[in-house]
């Protein structure tokens, strides 16, 4: 008793005398396109993947009005590396409108290309390390209208493209398509099993090695919209389950955005009404299961935030952006982060030089202990130029109690385990002691 006595003294006299600083939830960089102009909205949409961040620039007007492109930046140093234009890029095309981005692969869609008619859409796969062109992708059915390439995701070799407007069950049904972004060849088109007018299928997508989410949220419901998000295992085209919100209703928008991470999965309905006309929520299921495990609602929800527009997802960490929050003035935007095992709330990310109308939150990734966030309404090259920003998502050391950050709860979990068991064991010795300790009390403040 005695022995713990005095390390509570020591404990508390470190604390009092470390140095402040904060780790999760820093803004690290913010993200411009050197060649920036109004009306380029870069920041629609934002991936991570092998050490650098792709962001979409569907306004940019290169090769002509709205033509697009994407850029490519080091995740480290906020460096842009390659801007990403089509080949054949044309006027109205909006390259960029989606991309994603996998190891050093990026697949970028241009859903108003005309190839197979108006707005037939496509979508192109580049390298990020060298900024090359590799493929473009179109479906073996395209036809006007079908908006292919309106969402993308890739996974290793695997991309899955959605097309929200193709009509072969009914007018804008919507279907996907799952390419081989090695070959350029189109592998297999997936539908739902009960595919009818309006459901939007494919309006979004996310991939996980072999598992494809599909988001559809004009379906069900007695007045539509309420929607509904599709499972499948893309290596045989199989329609795993469905799923939908357990309190669901119409016009909610259920799975206008998707997100994965193993076996769980991040839906959002950003029209629900729970806290207030259009203040929207997230879903948190077990794809194995199909079980909703949580509905995430930020703390602060007020009317037509739209919060879950946007949502990724990776481990236990999920990001759910809210484009329309008002935090720093009408439509100013505001992102949050959610602990996925337990379904709370940990943080709320804004831009440190927020302002009205900037849209942070209308994209959101994470990957690798990063947050990129996108604001394409920003003005700083004019107006709705558009921007982005990473923000620190590394786990804090001493956090034991899963909140994030490193502070007296996290103090006295490990005191109480200290000698007795492994409650508060940090370094993976298997006990805990003067080791785990030092790395608490060392740690102490990150997150706050």
């Not at 995430?296 to 990001?319: N, Q």
């Not at 009205?356 to 690798?368: E, K, L, P, T």
């Amino acid at each position: 008793m005695r022995y713990l006595m005095l390390l509570l003294a020591a404990a508390a006299s470190a604390v009092s005398t470390a140095p402040a600083h904060a780790d999760f939830g820093d803004q690290l960089f913010k993200l411009t396109a050197d060649d920036a102009a109004a009306g380029d909205s870069f920041g629609r949409c934002v991936a991570l993947g092998d050490n650098v961040v792709v962001v979409g620039a569907d306004g940019d007007d290169d090769a002509g009005t709205d033509s697009g492109s994407a850029y490519v930046f080091d995740a480290t140093t906020g460096l842009q590396l390659h801007k990403l234009t089509a080949d054949d890029g044309a006027i109205g095309d909006e390259f960029g409108y989606f991309v994603a981005a996998s190891s050093s692969i990026a697949v970028v869609g241009a859903p108003s290309d005309n190839d197979a008619g108006s707005d037939s859409g496509s979508a192109y796969v580049f390298d990020t390390n060298t900024g090359q062109q590799l493929h473009k992708l179109t479906a073996n059915d395209g036809a006007e209208y079908d908006r292919f390439g309106w969402s993308v995701a890739v996974s290793g070799n695997i991309a899955v493209i959605g097309a929200f407007g193709d009509d072969d069950a009914g007018t804008n049904s919507g279907a996907a398509y799952v390419f081989d972004v090695t070959t350029g060849q189109q592998l297999r088109r997936l539908t739902a099993n009960d595919a009818s007018s309006y459901d939007a299928f494919g309006y979004s997508v996310a991939l996980a090695g072999n598992i494809a989410i599909i988001g559809a949220p004009g379906a069900d419901g007695v007045i539509g919209f309420t929607g509904a998000a599709y499972v499948f295992d893309v290596t045989t085209g199989q329609q795993l389950r469905k799923l939908f919100a357990g309190d669901g209703a119409d016009a909610d928008h259920f799975g206008e955005s998707v997100g994965m991470s193993g076996d769980i999965a991040i839906i959002g309905a950003p029209w629900d009404d729970d806290a207030g006309e259009y203040t929207g929520s997230a879903y948190v299921f077990d794809i194995t299961t199909g079980q909703q495990l949580y509905k995430l609602t930020a703390d602060d929800l007020a009317e037509e935030d739209h919060f879950g527009c946007s949502v990724a997802l990776s481990g236990s960490t999920a990001v759910v952006g809210a484009f329309y929050d008002d935090d720093a003035g009408v439509s100013s935007g505001s992102a949050y982060v959610f602990n996925a095992t337990t379904g709370q709330q940990v943080r709320e990310f804004t831009a440190d030089d927020a302002a009205q109308a900037d849209q942070f939150g209308v994209s959101v990734a994470i990957s690798n202990d990063v947050v990129a966030v996108g604001a394409f309404g920003d003005d700083d090259a004019g107006g709705n130029s558009g921007s982005a920003y990473l923000f620190d998502a590394a786990p804090c050391p001493g956090d034991l109690d899963g909140d994030y950050d490193t502070d007296q709860s996290d103090l006295g979990l490990l005191l109480s385990a200290y000698g007795i068991d492994d409650g508060g064991d940090l370094d993976g010795d298997g006990d805990t002691d003067q080791s785990d300790l030092g790395i608490l009390l060392g740690d102490y403040g990150c997150g706050t």
